[in-house]
Every structure is written in structure tokens, then in C-alpha cells.
């Protein structure tokens, strides 16, 4: 098995030994994993034309098609004869993700369009009915187990068991961290078994399920500590960059590179204490006359009626006043955790642990690439050589760790070929929902920022060997 540190570098891939398609590709990000595991993807589709270029010149082999909800013949036929071992699919959930600030809301104009990509997971189920893969696994934001199709209000998992009869279901919700991702991602699996296979049967002996043990936990007792952030980065020994101006924004790496940031927003950022996982809320000297402290919440300092030029602000009819957000608004991530889920909107400052934990900028490209484990050798020269980061920014954020889908590629492939040890290798299935017991390390969307400090963890040993 490959460590995240040899896999990172990208140089070493398993024998072509099993066959695979993709549905909802994006980019193909996702199923990398699964191809550097031994899969050998026949057909990707992806209705985006700017992912799907970055996909194919890392599939060059891969028929990719445009929209899985009208290309199923040809998607089939693409596939081709030979039975898939695995269907992958990764359907969009802007609806459901937590970092939609519609999320939940009736009759907002997103609100009809949302629901509709939501359910294009169920776009899956002709594919699978007609190929009959010996596995396919989807996967998607944590809320889409709960999710209500149809009249009768049914759970994705409910509607795909009634309407694949053929396969045994699994579901749960995992978090990266515990595989020694440096990142906490939860993101909702769902794995189907054909019932013909006869690996199932020892799964449900062995009570587990068709998805890796874990091997790193947050208080160490199942496996080694999660990867904190600060270690990753210590390790990784990224060339430093500041957003004060292009010529410090911009590293050698084509993608270690920032936004720049307008005096009072470098301000902001520049005030929060290295290393204190603190926001630019809670930045109290005045910036005018240095009375500390100014209140949290304040806008204009008490002593001179200056603006607090260090705390976000917007200029509004009466004035200035605060920027309404969270307790993760405007925050540094603290370096000793794993790294906050790494978004599609990683390059804006606002929202989410954005803030590098001691350096005055955002998390570069390059940066989130390296959290998300995507490949040093992935082609992105398609979109770099048309200057679109924020697109690759984009794609990033979508993805499942390519390190994950490796792990989980690797099982499955055992599992098929009847090499797996199912009791020491794959995950202990309580029945329970995993979104029940799984630790979520950032604070809660719903929390309207007070300033309050938060609790920070007590600092332990640093690992030895971190990304072995």
C-alpha cells in the first residue's frame, strides 16, 4: 500500500487488472484514486466542457461523454461487453452542501434548480440495472442520505434499494481524516454489492463493511493521530507567500500561488495572531490609535471614533458596519488540527477557516491540491495555460481525496478477487449511521459570531514519519 507522501508524488501506479466507469466525473479527480488502485476507467461523463477537458488529458484512454441524463446508450456501449467491476459516481449537491447559504430554504430562485441536481443521482440506477457492475459506489455531501425523493418521501438509499433489487447496500458517512488525510471532510458513501458476489456473504459474517478500516483517529486510540495541518505543512516545506503584493503572492510551483488584497482586507488578515486559530473579528487594538481592547461587535473604536479598519467591515447607508458571519468567518485555521474542508470557494478569504495558520494569505493552489491528495503529476496545463485558477480551485474543492478512493479502490479490488482478509481490513459495521458518531472539528454554520473564544486543543508529541 502506498503512503500519502508516495502517492502525493504520483509516481507509482498498480497493474490495469479491473474495469470501471464514471458517472458525474467532474474533472476525474475522484476516480484517480481509484485508477492508481489498479481500475482501468473504458467512459467518463461530465456535462461541464472545462472539467472534462482537464479529465481527459488525465484519462486519454476514457471515452468521455456529455450528459448522463441523455447518453445512457451511448455511456453503455462505451463501456462496452466485459462486465464493469466498478460505477463510480460523484453527482453535483449544491443544494444539500452545508456551505450553501440557501441550503433548506423554500421558493429562493436556486431553490427548484438545486433539487433538481440533487436528484441526479438517481441518474445512475438505468446505468447500473443495465450494466449490472459487480460494485458501484456514489458518493456525495453527508445530506444526501437523508434526502426525500418522490411522493412517498423515501431516502436515497430506501429509493436505490427498492429499484436495484440486485444489490446489497452499504451507507456511511466518513470522514478523511481518519485515513491520514490532513483535512476534515465528511462525505456521505454509498456502496452497492451485487448479490451474486460471494465476498458478501463474508461481510456480513464478519460484521463489516466494503470500505477500509480506519488508521488514524483524533485521540489516537484507533491508529496513529489525526495529521494536523501545521504538521502537513511543516513537513511539505512550501516556499512562503504573503498577500500583500503580486511579487509575494506568487511562488515557483505554477500552482503556489494567492490572491493580493487591497490594504484594509491585508490589514485584517495580517492582525489575527500567527498560530492562535483566531478571526479578524476578534482583532482588538485599533489600528488608528492602538486603544485595546475594542470591544467585539464594534465597529469604530471607543477611544479616538475611528473606524476598525482591521475588522471586516462594508460601508453601509448609515456608515460602517460589521460583516455579518460566523465563528469561522474570517479565521485562521489553527495549526493543530487537521485542515477545514477544503471548498470550492478556497480562495476567498470570507467564511470557513480560509486563513493560512501563520502566514497573511489564503491556502495557496497548490496548497489545497496537496490537502485534497491530489497526484503532483495530474495535468492541469489545459486550465493553467488559460490563467483559470479559480476553475482549478473549484475542482479541488468537489473532489473525494484521491488518496481515499486509492485506499478504498485497493480494498475493493481484494474483495473482488477473493484476497481480503474481510475482518482485519474492512470497516466494523454497527448499522449505525456514521453522521451520528463521526467528530466534526469545525464549529457550527449556525452559530452567529460573539467572539468567544473557542476551546483550542492541547498541542501533543509531533508524529514521527508524518506521512508515512
Not at 54 to 73: Q, T, V, Y
Not at 165 to 173: A, C, E, G, R
Not at 344 to 356: A, E, L, Q
Not at 393 to 398: F, L, M, S, T
Amino acid at each position: 500500500m502506498m503512503s500519502l507522501k508516495t502517492f502525493l508524488k504520483g509516481r507509482e501506479n498498480a497493474p490495469k487488472s479491473a474495469r470501471a466507469g464514471s458517472v458525474f466525473s467532474g474533472a476525474g479527480l475522484s476516480d484517480i484514486g481509484y485508477a492508481r488502485a489498479g481500475f482501468d476507467f473504458a467512459a467518463h461523463v461530465e456535462l461541464d466542457a472545462r472539467r472534462s477537458e482537464i479529465g481527459m488529458a488525465n484519462f486519454p484512454d476514457s471515452i468521455w461523454l456529455e450528459d448522463a441524463r441523455h447518453c445512457h446508450a451511448e455511456f453503455i456501449d462505451a463501456c462496452g461487453a466485459e462486465r464493469l467491476d466498478i460505477l463510480s459516481a460523484t453527482p453535483p449537491c449544491q443544494g444539500l452542501s452545508s456551505s450553501n447559504p440557501t441550503r433548506g430554504r423554500r421558493r429562493t430562485p436556486d431553490e427548484a434548480r438545486n433539487r433538481s441536481k440533487n436528484l441526479l443521482l438517481l441518474e445512475t440506477i438505468p446505468l447500473v440495472s443495465a450494466l449490472q457492475p459487480r460494485v458501484f459506489v456514489v458518493e456525495n455531501v453527508r445530506q444526501a442520505l437523508t434526502l426525500p425523493v418522490g411522493i412517498d418521501r423515501k431516502s436515497i438509499v430506501e429509493t436505490l434499494a427498492a429499484r436495484l433489487p440486485n444489490y446489497h447496500l452499504f451507507q456511511t458517512v466518513i470522514n478523511v481524516a481518519d485515513y491520514g488525510v490532513p483535512q476534515a471532510r465528511l462525505r456521505a458513501v454509498i456502496v452497492g454489492v451485487h448479490r451474486d458476489e460471494r465476498w458478501l456473504k463474508h461481510l456480513a459474517d464478519a460484521r463489516v463493511a466494503p470500505w477500509p478500516r480506519r488508521t488514524h483517529s483524533s485521540d489516537g486510540v484507533t491508529g496513529k493521530y489525526w495529521l494536523t495541518v501545521g504538521e502537513f505543512f511543516h513537513a511539505q516545506r512550501y516556499e512562503a507567500l504573503d498577500a500583500a503584493d503580486e511579487s509575494k503572492a506568487v511562488g515557483v510551483h505554477p500552482l503556489h500561488r494567492v490572491p493580493v488584497y487591497e490594504r484594509d482586507r491585508y490589514l485584517q488578515v495580517s492582525s489575527i495572531p500567527a498560530n492562535s486559530g483566531r478571526s479578524a473579528y476578534e482583532n482588538d487594538g485599533c489600528p488608528s490609535c492602538e486603544y485595546s481592547p475594542v470591544p467585539v461587535g464594534r465597529v469604530y473604536c471607543p477611544e479616538c471614533r475611528r473606524a476598525m479598519r482591521n475588522r471586516p467591515y462594508v460601508v453601509g447607508r448609515g456608515g460602517l458596519r460589521l460583516i455579518r458571519g460566523f465563528h469561522s468567518s474570517y479565521r485562521r485555521m489553527s495549526p493543530d488540527e487537521p485542515a477545514p474542508t477544503i471548498m470550492t470557494s478556497s480562495g476567498r478569504v470570507g467564511s470557513d477557516y480560509k486563513i493560512h495558520p501563520w502566514e497573511h494569505r489564503v491556502l495557496s493552489i497548490l496548497e489545497c491540491a496537496d490537502l485534497q491528495s491530489v497526484p503532483r503529476n495530474y495535468d492541469w496545463s489545459g486550465a493553467l495555460n488559460e490563467h483559470r485558477f479559480g476553475l482549478i480551485r473549484e475542482v479541488i474543492g468537489e473532489a473525494l481525496p484521491p488518496y481515499f478512493t486509492y485506499l478504498h479502490g485497493r480494498l475493493l479490488l481484494r474483495l473482488i478477487r477473493g484476497e481480503c482478509d474481510v475482518a482485519s481490513e474492512c470497516e466494523p459495521n454497527s448499522g449505525q449511521d456514521r453522521a451520528k458518531t463521526v467528530r466534526r472539528v469545525t464549529v457550527s454554520r449556525s452559530h452567529v459570531l460573539t467572539g468567544r473564544q473557542l476551546e483550542r486543543p492541547v498541542k501533543r508529541a509531533r508524529q514521527v514519519d508524518l506521512l508515512a
